[in-house]
């Protein structure tokens, strides 16, 4: 885990700021906002790969509770990121997301079906549904973590 820590996962986590960040000046989002988003995916981009590399378990699992905890840590971080840059939270919550979307899960769906494998198609499908319902719940869970907050912080 050390090693993969100091050499992909160092790599994967600079891409996912360049993508986050890249993503949100594509969504035109106000200027010193882009900086904080970047991070703010990277960071939910890193929980996933940690989780995913240390979870004993079958990768299905693997890839639902990584992208549960990580949409956890985006929507808990956007969350303190829209406090500190008096901004409205979704500026901070979609570019995070890029790196998260089942886009690869997706295209595997559509090449398998395309080239007659429909049970293969059927388990990338099942991925994809998996993902974004887990994201949509980890999303779910963050806002009621910072309503908590919220509510103890006043």
């Not at 600079?14 to 010193?32: C, D, E, M, Q, S």
Request: hydrophobic share 55%.
């Amino acid at each position: 885990m050390g090693h993969w820590l100091v050499t992909t996962g160092v790599l994967q986590t600079l891409l996912a700021y360049l993508a986050t960040a890249g993503f949100g000046v594509l969504l035109n989002i106000p200027r010193r906002a882009v900086n904080l988003s970047g991070w703010v995916g990277a960071a939910g981009w890193l929980t996933y790969e940690v989780l995913f590399q240390l979870l004993p378990t079958t990768v299905d699992i693997k890839l639902a509770i990584g992208n549960l905890v990580a949409a956890v840590v985006i929507g808990i971080a956007s969350g303190l990121a829209a406090r500190y840059k008096q901004m409205p939270m979704i500026i901070f919550n979609i570019p995070s997301l890029v790196p998260l979307v089942p886009g690869g899960q997706a295209y595997r769906v559509v090449r398998n079906l395309v080239t007659g494998h429909p049970q293969l198609a059927t388990h990338y499908l099942s991925q994809v549904v998996i993902i974004a319902g887990v994201i949509a719940i980890g999303f779910l869970i963050a806002e009621f973590c910072n309503h908590l907050f919220l509510h103890f912080s006043h």
